[in-house]
């Protein structure tokens, strides 16, 4: 049985085992010559007991299951192979085990194939299969048995509902868990990269370096690879493109929050609002395409016509449409925001004599000072992490300028340029990319916690 048929069944089997909870709850009840009234929890807490019981330690085993499985199936597959094979070195004997995993799963297979490999192959294949149909019988026995446990434990003074609140903390623990330990992997895969990129070029060259030229020889009589590695013109571009965005999208968007929460009248707002909102559902690339098509030769066209020198690609027209884009992040959270200020607030400024005007700008938005800061650092990094439209609209050239119409380009792209190519995986080019996003994680963090404190000394304040 295949996993998702699995999951479907169990999935079956938790629905079954929630109603029967439930009518079982009933039932006890009725036998007991009362009415639902003499059960201690509700009778959908009896069903939610008996299907989680259901649903969550066969999940478990399917998850175990799967993570150890491929490992062990390999492990007997060796085993199984030669001795002359298993003597082969790592490296020899990991393209070996590759070639048995391309025949198993790959319907055209070679036509020349050593008889060795094709019955590690075929033991592949059977041990697959056994796999699989073991994980089915052992997860529907396990689904079935804690079905049928609920059902004999069921009674009157059956704490249920206590049962259940506590196995979904305890839920909402280890979720919460795994976010925590794949952010910590996550952080650690990009730092051990990054440090092999540093035993390659110098910390100081990458973060003080004014050259980007991460292009290396492959053969010792290739020309045209410089190998320069200084990281500031792709982060200049980066600041500039989203400072360009930023000017854009939080004059735009926090004007229109407040008028939206304070002035428009609730027909208008219930019209706008969502088509505001819908500029943030437009998939990136078509922005993309908006900025090269439309707005990057409309700002060279006027260039031209004042006599300056734009560039074809330029940072202009990736921050405008950028800008444009993050509209509605940064309008839709600071009108939130704005909505949650105690009503008590207003009505006081407005008895001591302040106007609509002042009452907005003396008291509601310094009280919303926080959200609306949180909202700013989201689209800032909204910006810094966008891809398609800097690489449509403002090109692959790292310069070092502040001219917002020149090409320049951004971490983001320079990350995918790098990971993409004929290059070894552990040069110092392909490694590069990993230093880049360690750089832009710690610059992320930085934002972060100014808004924390941002948020702290404005909340103090205010509440």
Not at 119 to 133: E, G, K, R, V
Request: glycine letters at 6%.
């Amino acid at each position: 049985m295949s996993s998702s048929n699995l999951l479907l069944v169990l999935l079956m089997l938790t629905a079954s085992g929630y109603f029967l909870g439930r009518r079982r709850a009933v039932a006890v009840a009725v036998a007991r010559g009362r009415s639902q009234q003499i059960l201690h929890s509700r009778p959908t807490y009896y069903g939610a007991l008996a299907a989680l019981w259901c649903a969550l330690p066969a999940l478990i085993i399917f998850s175990f299951w799967h993570v150890f499985e491929s490992s062990v199936i390999t492990q007997l597959v060796i085993a199984g192979l030669p001795p002359d094979m298993q003597a082969l070195p790592s490296d020899r004997l990991g393209l070996v085990i590759n070639d048995i995993k391309n025949i198993v799963g790959v319907d055209i297979v070679p036509q020349k194939i050593h008889p060795a490999i094709q019955a590690a192959a075929d033991h592949y294949t059977q041990l697959t299969a056994i796999s699989n149909a073991t994980l089915a019988v052992i997860v529907t026995a396990i689904a079935i048995a804690g079905i049928l446990w609920v059902q004999k434990i069921i009674s009157p003074e059956l704490r249920a509902r206590n049962h259940v609140e506590i196995m979904i903390k305890y839920l909402l623990v280890a979720c919460s868990t795994i976010a925590i330990f794949t952010t910590i992997g996550i952080v650690l895969s990009v730092l051990y990269e990054a440090i092999r990129f540093f035993k390659v070029v110098p910390f100081h060259e990458f973060v003080f370096g004014l050259k980007w030229s991460p292009q290396m020889a492959i053969r010792a009589d290739q020309v045209g690879s410089s190998g320069a590695f200084g990281a500031i013109p792709v982060f200049m571009g980066t600041m500039l493109i989203s400072a360009i965005a930023m000017c854009v999208a939080v004059p735009i968007g926090l004007m229109s929050a407040i008028y939206l929460s304070e002035y428009a009248n609730k027909r208008f707002r219930a019209v706008a609002k969502p088509l505001l909102e819908i500029l943030a559902g437009i998939p990136t690339v078509v922005y993309g395409f908006f900025a090269a098509l439309v707005v990057a030769p409309m700002i060279r066209n006027a260039g031209v016509s004042i006599g300056l020198d734009v560039s074809s690609e330029s940072a202009l027209a990736a921050g405008l449409v950028m800008g444009i884009m993050i509209i509605p992040f940064v309008s839709s959270l600071s009108d939130d925001v704005i909505n949650a200020v105690p009503q008590s607030l207003r009505d006081g400024a407005l008895g001591l004599g302040s106007t609509h005007s002042e009452t907005i700008r003396l008291v509601v938005l310094p009280a919303a000072l926080p959200g609306i800061v949180g909202g700013v650092l989201l689209a800032v990094s909204r910006a810094i992490g966008e891809t398609m439209i800097v690489v449509m609209a403002a090109g692959l050239a790292a310069n070092l300028t502040v001219n917002p119409l020149n090409t320049v380009t951004t971490v983001t792209v320079q990350i995918v340029t790098l990971l993409v190519g004929d290059q070894e995986f552990d040069s110092p080019k392909t490694l590069a990319a990993f230093a880049l996003g360690l750089m832009l994680f710690v610059i992320t963090l930085i934002l972060n916690v100014i808004a924390l404190v941002v948020v702290r000394k404005y909340r103090e304040q205010y509440e």
